[in-house]
């Protein structure tokens, strides 16, 4: 018994030292908004709240257009994960349950995609966003991003094990098609597999720079990340004010971070409950 409770000690010993060493970094984020740049080039550094982060913030505001960067990425990131959900489940879900011709081939196709480096696809994607006349507009960041390897790999891995083919086969002798059981057995089923993809998908056009570095031309389109970039002065640069922007643009991230985290531990508890 002793035993037992020394052992939970340590356990939650750990993790909470675990938490704390991968919380720091965000708290010093916090800590430095409310600093001034000077605060942040003292030793020993400052581990307290300034009173600095209205005034950091509102020189954010006059740098940059901050609203309307930040409503440009939140339409772009909500269309990319709408239709990578919806197209990579389609094809996640029909490589998992379904034969079809070549399906083993277009498979290792798709997987050998996954090992090419995404900055190799970069000139030929402009060349063919120019040739579409795309350049310059939301398209040539929400069409190329709609579908993506890793998330049909990732919707197949877990169809092919939760979903099982007694319900498909019931689905199909009550005349059921492909797309009535896709939406009426398939979606209940791949909610926390959704919830997984959905999140890694939205943070990461949420957090994308290069692309739209690349491809947008009007200031007035520019996402976070570029208008974020547009605060590093020329001789000098206002870190205190970067962070403070910075911390503004992850914001929306933590608030859904914890949103699709709370409702992917709830439906994994649920499908264990009924399992």
Do not use: C, H
């Amino acid at each position: 018994m002793k035993q037992s409770k020394f052992t939970s000690f340590i356990l939650y010993l750990g993790l909470t030292i675990g938490l704390m060493i991968s919380m720091f970094p965000f708290y010093w984020l916090v800590v430095m908004s409310t600093r001034t740049t000077s605060d942040i080039y003292q030793f020993p550094p400052k581990l307290w709240f300034g009173g600095e982060l209205w005034n950091n913030i509102s020189r954010v505001m006059t740098q940059i257009d901050f609203l309307g960067a930040f409503l440009n990425t939140l339409f772009v990131a909500t269309a990319v994960t709408v239709l990578v959900l919806f197209f990579d489940s389609l094809a996640g879900f029909a490589f998992a349950k379904y034969e079809f011709p070549g399906k083993k081939i277009l498979f290792v196709v798709l997987l050998t995609t996954m090992m090419v480096p995404s900055q190799l696809s970069l000139v030929p994607s402009f060349v063919i966003m120019a040739e579409l006349g795309w350049v310059g507009s939301f398209k040539a960041l929400i069409i190329p991003g709609m579908v993506n390897a890793f998330g049909i790999f990732w919707i197949r891995q877990y169809a092919e094990g939760s979903i099982p083919s007694e319900l498909l086969d019931a689905g199909r002798m009550d005349g059921a098609g492909f797309f009535r059981i896709y939406f009426s057995v398939a979606l209940p089923i791949l909610r926390p597999a959704f919830a997984f993809l959905g999140a890694f998908t939205f943070i990461g056009v949420w957090n994308d720079y290069l692309w739209p570095l690349i491809v947008l031309t009007d200031e007035k389109k520019y996402t976070l990340q570029i208008a974020l970039s547009q605060l590093n002065g020329l001789y000098n640069t206002d870190y205190s004010m970067i962070i403070a922007g910075t911390l503004l643009a992850i914001i929306p991230l933590i608030i859904m971070f914890l949103f699709v985290s709370k409702q992917f531990i709830s439906d994994i508890a649920a499908g264990a409950i009924k399992d």
